[in-house]
Every structure is written in structure tokens, then in C-alpha cells.
């Protein structure tokens, strides 16, 4: 067979295919509801809105994960959201005033009725007759209604890591590292008072980073009752824990320095937002709170000009306490 043969023959077979012959009118249903011109402009709206709609969940996931970390408003979260979810209603609506044939029938509803449910299964059936792309229109609500359930999802990443905890394992501390304020000064020894809190910071670090804050105090060497292996964490009674607590990530902002110790507790570092409480005679072990673990412990040093140094690295991973947190050790 020649090419022109092949080529006239499936020009045919596609238009039969697309265009079959009609069978005869004694087979096909009385249609209830009439017939609807196709509507494309409709469905193409319809296409637009959905389309939209995705490029907006999309938004939100990409706004959530890249921005928000760094101080992002949470009003550009909430646009891209509202925007997405007023698209889709936006499409349900066209799909309804333009696309789907409506029938108003005044009747009474029948105690039986199996054959009006198959009218209204046929009804259902005969209202899209205007919708030429139902695949696409389908396919563009699945897209859109699966994106906006990612996007809905998203937000459970702050829930903490589940696989790569590595960011958590690196701090700025090791060996050497002096400690510093807020406006960057080294801290000395000697400005240590007897029992007052100070925040600290690594030097030359980022402020921002997760293990580089520390509460300093200072308390009597005589009362301290450290873990095994940290006698030496604390010269002339300074000491030097992590700020962020373990149990949800807050900072231990709060010192509690009772005025009359006879009948109050015990000196104690305070987490105000859950109210978790540590011990810092001890190691900063917990004696309240949700806190599953103690605070961990920076050991210290004091050089030759009385600035506070690093002596090594923390006790424990910085963080909150998920079960990967606990595990693994802490690298500088």
C-alpha cells in the first residue's frame, strides 16, 4: 500500500472515530434535562481559576520553606492561601452558573421511588452536556486540590526534623571560642556578679544560630553538684548553659533568685513560655516542667587576661528534645 493510501486511511479512521455514526432514535433515552451549547470560554476560566489556584498553594509551601525561617510576614502566607482557596470557589462557581444544565421540577417526593433515582442519576449524567474537556477540567481540579492539601501539610515541618537532624549537631563552640554580649564585648571573669544572669554568645558567630546563646551565672563552687566528669566546667563558680530550652526550643529567659531562701526554691533557670525549670547546682537537670532532659552544659575557662572561654563543646545536641535530638552527640 502506498503512503498516500496509509495517510488517506487514517484521516478516516480518526474522523469515524471522532465522529461515529448516530444510532437510531428508538435506542437513546428521553434526555430530561435539554442539551447545553458547549461553553468554552467557561471552561477555559474554570482552567484559569484552577491554574491559579495551584500557582498560589505553590506559593505558600515555597513562602513557608524559604522565607518564613528568615523573618517573613506571616500575611504573605495567609494571602497565598486565601487566594488559592478563593480561586477554587471561584471555578466551583463558574462550573455551576455556566457549565452544568440546571432543571427546576416541582413534585411531590414519593415514598418509593427507584425510578426517580435513576432519573436523578440520569440528571446528574445529562446536566454536563456543555463540558467539552472533562479529563483537563478534572485534571486541573486535582492538581489544584492536591497542592492545596500539600500546603495544608506544610506546616507540620515545624514540628521538628524527622530525617537530616545534622544542623542540629553543629554549634560555634569548641576549644577556645571566647564568649562575648550582645554588642559583641568579651566577657570577663570578674564582671560575673554572684548569682545574676547574663546572655552570652560565641564570638564571630551568627546571634541567629541555634547553640550560639548561653546563659552565664555565677554561684557558689562549694554547692555545686555536677555530673561526673564536669568538676572542672566551672571556674570560680561561672557557668555557662545553653539558652534554647529542650523541650519545645524557647528561650530560658528567666533566673529565679529567691530573696528569702529559707522559704523559697532554690536558685533556678526558668523557661517562661512552659515554665520548664532547671537546676544549675546540678547540671542543669529538670525539677519541673515538660522538659524531658537537662539543659546542656558549655564547660568554661578562664585565660590569662580573666576572659571567659570555651573549653570544649556542649554536654548534649542543642534543641528540642524529638528522640534523634537525644541520641546523637554534638559536633563542633
Known sequence: MKLWQWLFAFIVGRVL???????????????????????????????VLLGLAVVFALGFIVVYAEFSPKGMS??????????SLLCIGGALAVVAKRLVVTEELEDDYPSAHPEQQEEVAQIVHESGSRITRKRLLVGA?????????????????SLGPVWDTTPLDLTPWRHGVRLVDDQGRPLRADEILHQSYYTAFAEGADKELLAS???VIRLDPDKLHLPEGRSDWAPE???????ICPHAGCAVALYRNPKFPAVQPSPALVCPCHYSTFDPFTGGTVTYGPAGRALPQLPLMIDSDRHLRAAGNFSARVGPS???????????
Open 17 to 47: 472515530r471522532r465522529h461515529p455514526p448516530p444510532e437510531s432514535s428508538a435506542q437513546e433515552p428521553t434526555r430530561i434535562v435539554p442539551a447545553g451549547t458547549p461553553e468554552r470560554s467557561a471552561e477555559n476560566l474554570v482552567l
Open 74 to 83: 506571616n500575611s504573605l502566607l495567609g494571602i497565598c492561601l486565601g487566594l
Open 141 to 157: 481540579g486535582a492538581a489544584a486540590g492536591g497542592t492545596l492539601g500539600l500546603a495544608a501539610l506544610t506546616p507540620a515541618l
Open 213 to 215: 546563646s548561653l546563659v
Open 237 to 243: 563558680g561561672i557557668m555557662a548553659y545553653s539558652k
Open 322 to 332: 524529638w528522640l534523634n535530638v537525644r541520641e546523637r552527640p554534638t559536633n563542633a
